[in-house]
């Protein structure tokens, strides 16, 4: 017998939305549904709309039209704006955005209150909330005595203590160093996922992205380019924008020598071949770039004739310009006569200018049209 609990998040269903500032479209025919207890990210750079999207969604801002339904009531559309405090959602804020002149446990405490809950139950789920949150012996403190850290903590707290079946994140890792970020993502990850929520979150880094996320959402200059799962989305970009911001060692310029099947061809990069994901419409003879991902390049000795590269590489000669130490080996910059790739990892450090050769695997090209 199946013992999970049914997801108590509610269905989100984005339809259409559109908001402007001035001459700026910020959104242009925004859609999407999400299903209840999903973790959705919404990822893109500064500028792509996330922020007015999510904004949005929680009531701040006001669409200029489309449809938002969160559960079974339309929240926003042309005639009505339902007001944030009455859309049973809880947002975590980037810069924390606790009541100063409150203590913790008050801060936390105070969704409860609103409820009109007895004071016993509010100090008991108060305290059970910070000690979810390892923050049980602050409850007496008040933001100011905290590190951002253990405010990032506090403001987590405040809003799932509520219970709410929408939980809205705006960038809440982006103030915190590197170490606080990858404990709080996995505070984060685990505690939404334990309450059963519906989560919606922005960010423009994408390994967070796709560690987050069921469902990611990538926009870009305020239209959504892509929206599927993370594996999706890395495997088969739907744009040369997808390609790039979900994370690219380079592109190469080259035309589609042949048809291998719907989904693969062979792309002719000056006297070389290379296989590479292609969208059917691409024809013989068109101009392409071929987007490669960090995973596909690796380094070879040139003088090494007995390692001419994996079944199916493609090898190209270069040298390299650039050498960075990243703790689990090094990460070299090729420049080759077709262009040049970065984050070529190899276990041991290639010297500045050393010749190489740059074995690139097909499983992680994608080909695309040229731009103009």
Same mark, same amino acid.
């Given at each position: 017998?199946?013992?999970?609990?049914?997801?108590?998040?509610?269905?989100?269903?984005?339809?259409?939305?559109?908001?402007?500032?001035?001459?700026?479209?910020?959104?242009?025919?925004?859609?999407?549904?999400?299903?209840?207890?999903?973790?959705?990210?919404?990822?893109?750079?500064?500028?792509?709309?996330?922020?007015?999207?999510?904004?949005?969604?929680?009531?701040?801002?006001?669409?200029?039209?489309?449809?938002?339904?969160?559960?079974?009531?339309?929240?926003?559309?042309?005639?009505?704006?339902?007001?944030?405090? =009455? *859309?049973? +959602?809880?947002?975590?804020?980037?810069?924390?955005?606790?009541?100063?002149?409150?203590?913790?446990?008050?801060?936390?405490?105070?969704?409860?209150? %609103?409820?009109?809950?007895?004071?016993?139950?509010?100090?008991?789920?108060?305290?059970?909330?910070?000690?979810?949150?390892?923050?049980?012996? =602050?409850?007496?403190?008040?933001?100011?005595?905290?590190?951002?850290?253990?405010?990032?903590?506090?403001?987590?707290?405040?809003?799932?203590?509520?219970?709410?079946? +929408?939980?809205?994140?705006?960038?809440?890792?982006?103030?915190?160093?590197?170490?606080?970020?990858?404990? +709080?993502?996995?505070?984060?990850? $685990?505690?939404?996922?334990? $309450?059963?929520?519906?989560?919606?979150?922005?960010?423009?880094?994408?390994?967070?992205?796709?560690?987050?996320?069921?469902?990611?959402?990538?926009?870009?200059?305020?239209?959504?380019?892509?929206?599927?799962?993370?594996?999706?989305?890395?495997?088969?970009?739907?744009?040369?924008?997808?390609?790039?911001?979900?994370?690219?060692?380079?592109?190469?310029?080259?035309?589609?020598?042949?048809?291998?099947?719907?989904?693969?061809?062979?792309?002719?990069?000056?006297?070389? *071949?290379?296989?590479?994901?292609?969208?059917?419409?691409?024809?013989?003879?068109?101009?392409?770039?071929?987007?490669?991902?960090?995973?596909?390049? %690796?380094?070879?000795?040139?003088?090494?004739?007995?390692?001419?590269?994996?079944?199916?590489?493609?090898?190209?000669?270069?040298?390299?310009?650039?050498?960075?130490?990243?703790?689990?080996?090094?990460?070299?910059?090729?420049?080759?006569?077709?262009?040049?790739?970065?984050?070529?990892?190899?276990?041991?450090?290639?010297?500045?200018?050393?010749?190489?050769?740059?074995?690139?695997?097909?499983?992680?090209?994608?080909?695309?049209?040229?731009?103009?």
């Amino acid at each position: 017998m199946n013992t999970t609990p049914a997801p108590a998040g509610h269905r989100l269903s984005v339809n259409a939305v559109e908001k402007r500032f001035g001459a700026l479209r910020a959104l242009d025919g925004v859609s999407f549904d999400v299903e209840p207890g999903t973790f959705l990210v919404l990822l893109g750079p500064s500028g792509s709309g996330k922020t007015t999207l999510l904004r949005g969604l929680a009531g701040i801002e006001r669409f200029d039209a489309g449809t938002v339904t969160i559960g079974p009531h339309v929240v926003s559309d042309a005639r009505r704006h339902v007001p944030a405090e =009455k *859309r049973g +959602l809880a947002m975590v804020f980037q810069d924390y955005a606790l009541w100063p002149h409150l203590t913790v446990a008050e801060n936390v405490g105070y969704a409860l209150r %609103r409820q009109k809950l007895d004071a016993r139950e509010v100090d008991r789920r108060t305290r059970e909330t910070l000690e979810r949150v390892n923050m049980a012996e =602050k409850g007496a403190s008040y933001p100011q005595e905290l590190s951002g850290g253990q405010q990032q903590r506090v403001a987590l707290a405040r809003a799932i203590v509520a219970r709410p079946a +929408l939980l809205l994140f705006d960038e809440p890792l982006s103030n915190l160093d590197a170490h606080l970020r990858e404990h +709080l993502r996995v505070e984060i990850a $685990t505690l939404t996922r334990e $309450t059963g929520a519906t989560a919606v979150y922005i960010t423009h880094d994408q390994s967070e992205a796709f560690a987050l996320a069921d469902v990611v959402g990538v926009l870009n200059a305020g239209k959504l380019e892509q929206f599927g799962t993370p594996e999706s989305i890395y495997s088969t970009p739907a744009s040369p924008f997808v390609a790039r911001f979900t994370g690219l060692s380079g592109t190469l310029p080259g035309i589609l020598d042949r048809r291998v099947d719907d989904s693969t061809a062979l792309i002719r990069i000056g006297d070389h *071949r290379i296989a590479a994901s292609a969208a059917a419409a691409l024809n013989p003879g068109a101009e392409v770039e071929v987007a490669i991902r960090p995973a596909a390049p %690796r380094l070879v000795d040139p003088s090494a004739h007995h390692d001419r590269g994996q079944s199916g590489d493609t090898l190209l000669a270069g040298w390299v310009t650039d050498t960075a130490y990243r703790g689990r080996g090094y990460e070299h910059v090729v420049r080759t006569d077709h262009g040049e790739l970065t984050g070529v990892f190899d276990t041991r450090g290639w010297g500045r200018g050393a010749a190489c050769l740059i074995a690139i695997a097909p499983e992680a090209c994608i080909a695309f049209p040229r731009a103009a």
